[in-house]
């Protein structure tokens, strides 16, 4: 089997798509990258299948950049149909995050859904949100569970991060770290609440990441005050 996986642009370094790339490799399937510009204008021959990880993604930029990327996909689709691929899209999460145009969003991600042969996820409960989010389609069934992959050894240690000296004051506790860019999104004040309460003294609570905003940290260190 011939596997295209789709990456954003040729700096795309992106630690997730690179350790997909290894297990599908283990598995004896052969993959190449595929760019924005090529699901355009590119040769998609010779291959059998491609994998799409957040192609449902279009925020971002000025405010007219969302629907020109929304046309973009469309023709992307279009094209990727044209070659006769079968379509492997990863569903990272259940929608888009914070979403500028959200009719535009939910409608690519039905077309997404709609023509996708697998659905992976990573998680059973995964096929349960896709039939609530889009009733009566049968998404569900389409949907495969990959256990997320582990990152061990993706990126080098830096023994000069603060991360250390902070997990030292926590020795003797249980350690519960949060790892990921910090979003309201992500809803980690609930962690920060969590660490106040008088039962989880003996809890060390970690967040590690880059935050999303100079304000949204100055929220989040009020609330930790």
Known sequence: MKLLMHRINRADKNVHIQRNIEMFRRLGIEVRDVYNDDLLRGDLSGADAICLNWFENIDGGRAFMPPLRYARRLLQLHRIKRAGLSLLFYMHNRFPHNPR????????????????????????????????????????????????????????????????????????????????KISPYKNVELIIRAAKEPENEDVAFLLCGELVSSEYRAELEALAA
């Not at 697998?118 to 949907?143: D, M, N, Q, W």
């Open 101 to 180: 145009y959200p009719k535009l969003s939910r409608d690519l991600y039905h077309r997404l859904a709609k023509q996708a042969d697998v659905i992976l996820t990573f998680a059973e409960e995964t096929g349960a949100g896709l039939e609530e989010l889009f009733p009566g389609e049968g998404f569900g069934e389409k949907t495969e569970v990959i256990r997320p992959l582990n990152y061990i050894g993706a990126y080098p240690p830096n023994p000069d991060a603060p991360v250390y000296e902070t997990r030292k004051k926590a020795a003797g506790k249980l350690l519960v770290c949060f790892l990921g």
